[in-house]
Nanobody, 127 residues
Framework: QVQLVESGGGLVQPGGSLRLSCAAS????????????MGWYRQAPGKERELVAR???????NYGETVKGRFTISRDNAKNAVYMQMNSLKPGGTAVYYC?????????????????WGQGTQVTVSS
């Protein structure tokens, strides 16, 4: 089973910064061959999950309107990892942040694709 694990969340004051990390890993039954798009989404209490940013394997990026100019997504293909530097955080940024990856994996001698999510990491922006 492919797994994505996020880290780096926490409590930060308005105007502060955080860096989120997400690493994908496989198992002896299912190994990662490549990852196409990786992204960050967030879900605030009582709201739907929304796109924050995503990045392709070729480093093409796009961002949600509310974070443009403040957040930067990047990835390390050799480590199957994606990162997000969040600056000038606002109280509206309080949410659970989820990592997502579109993964090509090898299982039983066959290739296939799957979309995998991490368990989420809490970011709280408050004074």
């Amino acid at each position: 089973q492919v797994q994505l694990v996020e880290s780096g969340g926490g409590l930060v004051q308005p105007g502060g910064s955080l860096r989120l990390s997400c690493a994908a890993s496989g198992s002896i039954f299912e190994s990662i061959y490549s990852i196409n798009v990786m992204g960050w989404y967030r879900q605030a209490p009582g709201k739907e999950r929304e796109l924050v940013a995503r990045i392709t394997s070729g480093d093409n990026t796009n961002y949600g309107e509310t974070v443009k100019g403040r957040f930067t997504i990047s990835r390390d293909n050799a480590k199957n990892a994606v990162y997000m530097q969040m600056n000038s955080l606002k109280p509206g940024g309080t949410a659970v942040y989820y990592c997502d990856g579109n993964v090509r994996y090898l299982r039983g001698g066959f290739f296939d694709w799957g979309d995998y999510w991490g368990q989420g990491t809490q970011v709280t922006v408050s004074s």
